[in-house]
């Protein structure tokens, strides 16, 4: 993000080589929004309690590894699960139109519509 100073010394310096003022604003967006962004690092495998998060309790978890629907991986001494079939049984088991509907903030919080 461009500070003010900077953005001010780029619009003396565009208007003194007699580039229009819309064109400089649009520049300057432009360069407020490419600014590098980090990337967010997804995990490949996440533990019990993280799956569990996912798809609303450990039971949830044992019943889907014991109807072979969901493969639990081990690595070393610790059984993990991965985020991708996680992702894939979260969608399938909850249909769109059963998740509620959010009516806009009040008070800093969503708000479930009734």
């Known amino acids: ?10 619009i003396t310096v565009g208007k ?12 300057l967006a432009v360069m407020d929004a490419t600014e590098p962004r980090k990337p967010q690092i997804q ?12 798809l609303a309790a450990r039971f ?9 629907r ?4 081990k690595v070393r001494d610790a059984i993990r699960y991965s985020c991708e079939e996680l992702e894939k049984l979260a969608e399938v088991s909850i249909p769109r139109e059963s998740l509620p509907t959010l009516t806009p903030a009040r008070n800093g919080h ?5």
């Open 110 to 114: 969503l708000q479930s519509k009734q």
């Open 1 to 10: 993000m461009l500070d003010r100073s900077t953005k001010q010394v780029i």
């Open 70 to 73: 969901l493969h639990p991986i």
């Open 43 to 54: 995990p490949l495998l996440v533990n019990q309690a993280t799956a569990a998060k996912l």
């Open 60 to 68: 949830t978890i044992r019943r889907l590894v014991a109807e072979g």
């Open 16 to 27: 003194a080589a007699g580039i229009p003022l819309d064109q400089i604003h649009a520049g």
